[in-house]
C-alpha cells in the first residue's frame, strides 16, 4: 500500500489564552463571522503544533511569545483534538497571560469560558480547572523537559525575564517550505473485560519487527476513518461502522533529526463486527487482548503513550521533539 500524502493533512491549531478572570480570548473572524479563537495551520518555522498556536495569537495581537505561558494542569498538551473534515484536525491549546497588557488589545473581546461555543472545549477546560494563575509550585511534581521548566519558572521570575514561548528550530537537512508529515491510522479496541486489542507484528515487518502494536496502517486517497475501516477488514476481518469511531487520541512523533514528523491517529472504535483473525500473516502473527495494567514487552513506545493517554483523559502527546 502507498504512503499517505502528508500534505493533504490540514492541521489547525488554535490558542485559547486565558485571562485571570477565566476569560478567553477571542479575535475578529476573517470571514467577517462571530469572533473566534486565534488559530492558523501548522507551517514552515512551527517546531511543534503548539508553536503554530502561539504564532496565531501574536499574529492577530499586540501580545508577543513572551506575554504567555504554559498552563500548570495542561503544560503543552492540546486541550481538544477534534476532526473537523476528512483530512482536516483542529488542535485547542490553553495558555495563561503571563502579565495582564497594559492596554486593551484592539479588535479582541474576552469571553468567559461558559460562554464559548464549543460543548466539548468547555466540559474539558471545566475539567482542567483553569483559573489564569499558573502554579510554579507544581514543578517537583512533574518530570519536565528543560523548556517546560524554564517557561513556568520564567512566569514566576516576573515581567523582567521575556523569552520566546516556543523557539524556532533548525531545519532538517534538505528542508524546503513546509514539513510534510506522514499520517498513521491506528484502532483502539477493548473487549467486555476492558483488554486491549493488539498485534505482534512478523519478525520481517520493516517497522517495528517482533514488537506488539496496534492495528495500523497508512491511508491511501481516502479519509483516515476510510482508512481505518479498510485496514481492519484486510488485517483482521473485522467489519466496522464508520460511525461507531471516534478520535480517541494523537501522537506526534519524531523518530530523528532528519526523519519526517508523524501524527499518529488513534481511533477508538465502541461497536465491530467479527473476531480478529490473520488475514495477513506475513504482516501479523497473532491477535491478542491486552489488560491495560499488563501490556505486553515489547511494544511500540508510541503505542504505548497513546493506550496511557486515552486511560488518562488526555488527548494528546509528543515524543522525540524535545531532549530529555
Not at 103 to 113: K, N, Q
Not at 195 to 223: I, K, M, N, Y
Amino acid at each position: 500500500m502507498s504512503a499517505f500524502a502528508p500534505g493533504s493533512a490540514r492541521l489547525t491549531c488554535r490558542a485559547l489564552v486565558v485571562d485571570r478572570e477565566g476569560r478567553a480570548l477571542h479575535v475578529p473572524d476573517a470571514a467577517g463571522g462571530p469572533a473566534v479563537v486565534p488559530g492558523a495551520r501548522a507551517g514552515e518555522g512551527d517546531r511543534t503544533l503548539l508553536a503554530a498556536a502561539v504564532r496565531a495569537v501574536t499574529g492577530r495581537t499586540r501580545l508577543a511569545p513572551g506575554d504567555l505561558c504554559l498552563t500548570p494542569s495542561l503544560l503543552g498538551a492540546p486541550v481538544l483534538v477534534e476532526a473537523t473534515g476528512p483530512a482536516d484536525y483542529e488542535f485547542t491549546f490553553a495558555l495563561y497571560l503571563a502579565r495582564e497588557p497594559t492596554e486593551p488589545l484592539p479588535g479582541a473581546d474576552w469571553l468567559p469560558l461558559d460562554r464559548l461555543e464549543s460543548a466539548a472545549l468547555r466540559e474539558r477546560l471545566s475539567a482542567a480547572g483553569l483559573d489564569g494563575r499558573p502554579k510554579p509550585d507544581m514543578l517537583h511534581r512533574l518530570r519536565l523537559s528543560p523548556g517546560t521548566r524554564e517557561l513556568i519558572l520564567r512566569h514566576a521570575a516576573g515581567p523582567a525575564v521575556r523569552t520566546p514561548l516556543v523557539p524556532r528550530p533548525a531545519k532538517a537537512p534538505d528542508a524546503g517550505g513546509t514539513e510534510l508529515n506522514i499520517v498513521g491510522v491506528h484502532l483502539y479496541a477493548e473487549d467486555g473485560d476492558g483488554r486491549v486489542l493488539l498485534g505482534l507484528r512478523h519478525p520481517d515487518s520493516a517497522f517495528a519487527g517482533s514488537t506488539w502494536h496496534f492495528l495500523a496502517g497508512h491511508c491511501e486517497r481516502e479519509s483516515a476513518v476510510a482508512c481505518l475501516v479498510r485496514e481492519a477488514h484486510e488485517e483482521a476481518g473485522l467489519v466496522i461502522d464508520p460511525a461507531d469511531v471516534e478520535l480517541a487520541h494523537v501522537v506526534h512523533v519524531l523518530h530523528g533529526p532528519s526523519a519526517r514528523p508523524r501524527l499518529q491517529l488513534v481511533f477508538r472504535a465502541h461497536r465491530w463486527q467479527g473476531t480478529p483473525s490473520l488475514r495477513e500473516p506475513d504482516k501479523c502473527l497473532d491477535w491478542r487482548w491486552w489488560d491495560a495494567d499488563g501490556l505486553p514487552e515489547p511494544l511500540v513506545p508510541y503505542a504505548r503513550a497513546a493506550i496511557d493517554g486515552i486511560r488518562t483523559g488526555r488527548a494528546y502527546s509528543e515524543m522525540g521533539w524535545c531532549p530529555a
